[in-house]
């Protein structure tokens, strides 16, 4: 008696991760369709972006001076890194690029150049970045993607005059670690259980008193 209902709980353990897994496999298949309808409806956008700010520079040469010129070249650089992102992160959702055979070699300095120039950093925000270079061998695109929200949450939900950002990066024999340290407001502690609940937000709006999707 007490073998048949060991063994009568353990199938009901297994019809429940079952229909846990058929689950996931339906949210991760509405995750893939949204990033391809996103992408498709950002790029036309951007690649109009980038022909205008060709088209400025050629038409208006004469009167736009040298810092008007750096800017557009700003605004194209922007735009081209933000439509190759986007052309990857597209990738990343129809792939599933969170495979081991995924990862490369890269310099973690240079990708978050990448990330700080395709956010077009603020006049009042400083950033501080690890000063050694390190060369880690993972997804690159993946955190690309963690470090933007990141970054950028600590822009938006900033509260100070001047925003202040400091990234931190270790390493030992099995993991790499990095921090995201800003002079914020912080999260609330009410709210910390909830943090990486889609849709949840810590802050009712941002420094621009903008609503917060929750979704980055």
């Given at each position: 008696?007490?073998?048949?209902?060991?063994?009568?709980?353990?199938?009901?353990?297994?019809?429940?991760?079952?229909?846990?897994?058929?689950?996931?496999?339906?949210?991760?298949?509405?995750?893939?369709?949204?990033?391809?309808?996103?992408?498709?409806?950002?790029?036309?956008?951007?690649?109009?972006?980038?022909?205008?700010?060709?088209?400025?520079?050629?038409?208006?040469?004469?009167?736009?001076?040298?810092?008007?010129?750096g800017r557009l070249n700003m605004?194209?650089?922007?735009?081209?890194?933000?439509?190759?992102?986007?052309?990857?992160?597209?990738?990343?959702?129809?792939?599933?690029?969170?495979?081991?055979?995924?990862?490369?070699?890269?310099?973690?300095?240079?990708?978050?150049?990448?990330?700080?120039?395709?956010?077009?950093?603020?006049?009042?925000?400083?950033?501080?970045?690890?000063?050694?270079?390190?060369?880690?061998?993972a997804n690159e695109l993946a955190?690309?993607?963690?470090?933007?929200?990141?970054?950028?949450?600590?822009?938006?939900?900033?509260?100070?005059?001047?925003?202040?950002?400091?990234?931190?990066?270790?390493?030992?024999?099995?993991?790499?670690?990095?921090?995201?340290?800003?002079?914020?407001?912080?999260?609330?502690?009410?709210?910390?259980?909830?943090?990486?609940?889609?849709?949840?937000?810590?802050?009712?709006?941002?420094?621009?008193?903008?609503?917060?999707?929750?979704?980055?």
């Amino acid at each position: 008696a007490n073998q048949v209902q060991e063994l009568l709980g353990r199938r009901k353990q297994a019809l429940k991760a079952q229909t846990n897994n058929e689950k996931l496999v339906h949210i991760n298949s509405m995750l893939k369709d949204f990033a391809a309808v996103a992408a498709h409806d950002l790029k036309l956008p951007i690649a109009s972006i980038i022909t205008t700010t060709d088209i400025l520079k050629k038409q208006y040469n004469e009167v736009i001076d040298l810092n008007g010129i750096g800017r557009l070249n700003m605004i194209k650089t922007c735009s081209l890194t933000l439509s190759n992102y986007i052309s990857s992160m597209l990738e990343f959702y129809s792939s599933g690029a969170l495979d081991k055979k995924d990862f490369v070699a890269f310099r973690l300095r240079s990708m978050l150049d990448k990330v700080v120039t395709m956010m077009i950093p603020e006049d009042d925000c400083k950033l501080t970045l690890p000063e050694n270079e390190h060369v880690l061998n993972a997804n690159e695109l993946a955190l690309m993607q963690i470090f933007t929200n990141l970054i950028s949450n600590s822009i938006k939900y900033n509260d100070k005059e001047v925003c202040a950002i400091k990234i931190s990066f270790r390493e030992d024999i099995k993991h790499y670690h990095f921090s995201v340290e800003d002079n914020g407001q912080g999260i609330p502690e009410n709210k910390i259980a909830t943090v990486f609940d889609i849709f949840k937000v810590a802050s009712e709006t941002d420094r621009n008193d903008n609503k917060g999707t929750g979704i980055v």
